[in-house]
């Protein structure tokens, strides 16, 4: 239907002067009560496609929109759809170019479009994104790492289903092993993990601790996925297997 294609503009003066002429601007009724809701308003509407003008009636009931076309022709459309909402959409770059081709003067005829701002929910996650971390802690300067420091470490799935996407890391470290380095080894076991079962990034959920027989126990879970996850350690896979490597830290 053609009034979904084009977007005419309605000229609110006209719009104002047909809802008075069909009743809402008449005095109430001699018991105080307003009068009655007109079933019909009319309004002039604008095509600035063709810069022709053209007469439009609102049904108050049912929402309808019928516009009178040029050609004598009638089109019809519902007030509450994408083109009964376009027709009442005014932009100053519509005013302007009406105000050019049909030297009609209709500033102050509708208010300036700005442009919305970002919302709470956005803001919101803007500020959590910028507390992401890299996935292996900052060490100490002077850290040194020896071979033996790392004993043993196993990657588990945790989906009942066997899917990959929940897993459980278990490092096995000598004991008195900072925290942060235990904690990269389990990172780094997982990014081998990943690269080999086609993981792109890991999004750490808890890590328990614990001694057991004189070695420190480490049990870190991760998601994996495909898209790069909200969280405030994500890890990348290919990147983190460079890391490991330039810290010598094992990846298997």
């Given amino acids: 239907m053609r009034p979904a294609l084009r977007q005419p503009l309605v000229l609110t003066g006209a719009l104002a002067l047909a809802a008075l ?49 040029p050609d004598g022709s009638v089109s019809t459309m519902a007030l509450d759809s994408p083109g009964g909402r376009d027709a009442f959409a005014v932009t100053e770059a519509d005013l302007a170019a009406l105000n050019a081709n049909l030297d009609l003067n209709l500033s ?55 899917a ?24 780094c076991a997982l990014a081998g993990w990943a690269k080999d079962n086609g993981g792109k990034y890991g999004r750490h959920i808890r890590t328990l601790q614990d001694t057991r027989n004189g070695k420190l126990l480490i049990g870190a879970a991760f998601t994996v996925s495909d898209s790069k996850p909200m969280g405030l350690r994500v890890m990348e896979t290919n990147e983190t297997l460079r890391e490991c490597k330039a810290r010598g830290i094992p990846a298997a």
């Fill in 21 to 69: 002429l069909s009743g809402c601007g008449k005095q109430g009724n001699p018991d105080g009560r307003p009068p009655a809701k007109p079933a019909e308003m009319t309004a002039a509407m604008v095509d600035p496609g063709r810069g022709t003008l053209s007469r439009a009636r609102i049904s108050t009931k049912s929402g309808e929109i019928l516009i009178l076309e």
């Fill in 164 to 187: 990959g996407d929940l897993v459980e890391v278990t490092a096995n470290l000598r004991q008195g092993v900072d925290a942060d380095i235990a904690f990269s080894y389990a990172t």
């Fill in 108 to 162: 102050g005829v509708a208010a300036p479009v700005r442009r919305r701002g970002p919302t709470a929910q956005e803001l919101a996650l803007e500020a959590f994104a910028a507390r992401t971390r890299p996935a292996l802690p900052a060490w100490q300067e002077g850290t040194e790492l020896a071979p033996e420091d790392f004993i043993a470490v196993r990657v588990d799935t945790l989906n009942a289903s066997g």
